[in-house]
DNA sequence: CATCGGGTAGCGTTTACCTCA
DNA sequence: AATGAGGTAAACGCTACCCGA
């Protein structure tokens, strides 16, 4: 049996860890090539080893959950059922990026945990679904169901009668031939939208979250526990499992816009950045451009007096210097040199000390 | 050893039905 | 009561993989 969930096609591969900016709490780590591991549903937080990270997105009503180590799932009983799988799919070393808990916090409605006496609901299970997900032990797989077919309301067809006479036959690992006949049947009855109840669908939840893959022997089981037939049962996972992958989209998209918002504000600052610095440069250069200014101070009234280009150096100080203040300041360096005359006199008159003594 | 056909199972898409606002 | 939207069971087609001839 192929396995599960194990993407042929290149596609993205999230890895999410923290990251510093605070406005994404996490970082996203990208890479293509296949998925090396189908999303699987962690049983108990208290299990999951430390580096693990959930990140709760009550709004969406499910919590990605981030995984580092060996998942911790159920039984690997189905091991002898899957000959063909190849050793790398058995080892569980490969741990998937992202574990989605897409189940509502509250996936059981209140009534079910208690009416159905011998429905096997964790005892812990409260309001946060933080215990809601049951061991892979769980006393689910050991409960025989006394649930009607085809749910509850009304809804039982010609199709349970079918099923009953033989008409419809069991629909095992080799009966999707007959599973995919005609919307009309050779009873003349039309394909009616069966509905599981709310407590087949809770049971095939808890299934799920241990194994989101059914082997030929757990699919039986299911069916009969929920007294439905193994097709019903394959479709649900099937179904299941695309819903799953949607939700995950979702949630790429959702991390994905939020990445590409962070990065267009870290390429605007940068941009910003990057025009003062090259303004900052051209006023640098200017002043490179600029001939040396001699100072000299008169000995007896000790007037400065400089060369001609002294002038435009400081009608250029007192204008443009300001800013390249500013601009050097913000940058975090100085501009070292050329001065105004105004600003540094003594420096100008060591020079023209300097000068006048040679 | 390579090839081919049958069988099996999963996925993507679509359809049809049901529920609910 | 009618209706449209959303959810979902089920069907269909395709593909990948395995296995035996």
Not at 91 to 97: A, M
Not at 177 to 183: G, K
Not at 265 to 293: G, I, V
Request: hydrophobic share 30%.
């Amino acid at each position: 049996m192929r396995k599960p969930l194990h993407f042929r096609t290149p596609r993205l591969v999230h890895f999410l860890s923290f990251c510093p900016c605070a406005a994404a709490p996490m970082e996203l780590g990208l890479s293509l090539g296949d998925a090396p591991k189908p999303f699987r549903f962690v049983e108990k937080q208290p299990q999951v080893p430390p580096p693990q990270r959930v990140l709760s997105r009550p709004d969406l009503g499910f919590c990605v959950d981030l995984s580092i180590g060996r998942p911790v799932v159920g039984e690997k009983e189905d091991d002898e059922e899957k000959p063909n799988q190849r050793e790398d799919e058995s080892d569980g070393n490969e741990d998937p990026p992202i574990q989605l808990d897409l189940l509502p916090h509250n996936p059981v409605p209140r009534h079910l945990t208690n009416p159905y006496q011998g429905f096997p609901w964790p005892s812990s299970e409260n309001d946060e679904g933080e215990d809601r997900t049951a061991s892979p032990n769980s006393a689910a797989s050991s409960f025989q169901m006394e649930f009607g077919l085809y749910g509850g309301g009304g809804n039982i067809s010609c199709r349970r009668d079918q099923i009953e006479n033989g008409v419809m036959n069991e629909v095992g690992e080799s009966g999707r031939a007959s599973s995919r006949a005609s919307d009309e049947d050779e009873n003349g009855c039309t394909r009616k939208k069966l509905r599981l109840s709310k407590e087949q669908s809770a049971f095939l939840e808890e299934s799920f979250k241990e194994h989101n893959t059914l082997n030929p022997k757990q699919k039986l089981a299911l069916a009969k526990q929920l007294n439905l037939l193994p097709r019903q049962v394959e479709v649900w996972f099937q179904n299941r499992r695309a819903r799953t992958k949607l939700k995950q989209t979702e949630v790429d998209c959702e991390y994905l816009k939020r990445c590409c918002e962070t990065l267009t504000e870290e390429n605007r600052r940068l941009q910003k950045e990057l025009q003062e610095l090259r303004a900052l440069k051209t006023t640098n250069s200017f002043y490179m451009q600029l001939p040396a200014t001699t100072l000299t101070m008169c000995p007896s009234c000790e007037r400065v007096t400089s060369t001609s280009a002294a002038s435009t150096v400081a009608a250029v100080a007192t204008s443009g210097g300001k800013s390249t203040e500013g601009v050097s300041k913000r940058s975090g360096f100085a501009i070292a040199g050329r001065p105004s005359s105004s600003s540094f006199p003594f420096s100008a008159k060591t020079q023209s000390h300097q000068s006048t003594a040679s």
